[in-house]
T-cell receptor
Framework: GAVVSQHPSWVICKSGTSVKIECRSL??????MFWYRQFPKQSLMLMAT?????????EQGVEKDKFLINHASLTLSTLTVTSAHPEDSSFYIC????????????FGDGTRLSIL | AQSVTQLGSHVSVSEGALVLLRCNYS??????LFWYVQYPNQGLQLLLK??????LVKGINGFEAEFKKSETSFHLTKPSAHMSDAAEYFC????????????FGSGTRLLVRP
């Protein structure tokens, strides 16, 4: 149980393009979803926390207009990288949590984004 | 602020040897503690969690971790390493008084020699 699906797993696109990444909880309702960015050989950096039906809470230094998050339902959150540039190339990972404190976050398999 | 320290960015063991990956947290109030494993180009998979029940927690793939409040530690162990255990391991904490956010350690890459 507790499966999180992230799509696409890999995307290559030209500079200036907007890219949408989907994160779905397949067998549970996610009260909260998280978006992370991971640089090579580094730990995960939290970008934003997303609750269904409300605006995402962004971490300090993360551009809200650059990284648009929509959490339309209890099973789907999307991250849109707008007008992507090469410096946005990275590994993006989502996670979802169900219910109360102490429950673990369940992670998607990540999206490798490469901007040419 | 809560922080997590993983000593050793790389740990190398022989196949069949004991695995010990270290994790220390900074909170004076015991937080929720987690160990995750990440294989190349994949997301994170939960190995085990501590939420205030038994201090010795058993996880998947033969891993276990012991919560020691006096040492503010939550080290991960496995009696006998397997080649398939080679991966990146992350310790994470969640503050009981805040949101569901996780604070991650910097990670430890486990290398298993044949």
């Amino acid at each position: 149980g507790a499966v999180v699906s992230q799509h696409p797993s890999w995307v290559i696109c030209k500079s200036g393009t907007s890219v949408k990444i989907e994160c779905r909880s397949l067998d549970f309702q996610a009260t909260t979803m998280f978006w992370y960015r991971q640089f090579p050989k580094q730990s995960l950096m939290l970008m934003a926390t997303s609750n269904e039906g409300s605006k995402a809470t962004y971490e300090q230094g993360v551009e809200k207009d650059k990284f648009l998050i929509n959490h339309a339902s209890l099973t789907l959150s999307t991250l849109t990288v707008t007008s992507a540039h090469p410096e946005d190339s990275s590994f993006y990972i989502c996670s979802a949590i169900q219910g109360s404190q102490g429950q673990p976050q369940h992670f998607g398999d990540g999206t490798r984004l490469s901007i040419l | 602020a809560q922080s997590v320290t993983q000593l050793g960015s790389h740990v190398s063991v022989s196949e069949g040897a004991l695995v010990l990956l270290r994790c220390n947290y900074s909170s004076s109030v015991p937080p929720y503690l987690f160990w995750y494993v990440q294989y190349p180009n994949q997301g994170l998979q939960l190995l085990l969690k501590y939420t205030s029940a038994a201090t010795l927690v058993k996880g998947i793939n033969g891993f276990e971790a012991e919560f020691k409040k006096s040492e503010t530690s939550f080290h991960l162990t496995k009696p006998s390493a397997h080649m398939s255990d080679a991966a990146e391991y992350f310790c994470a904490v969640s503050d009981r008084s805040s949101s569901y956010k996780l604070i991650f350690g910097s990670g430890t890459r486990l290398l298993v020699r044949p």
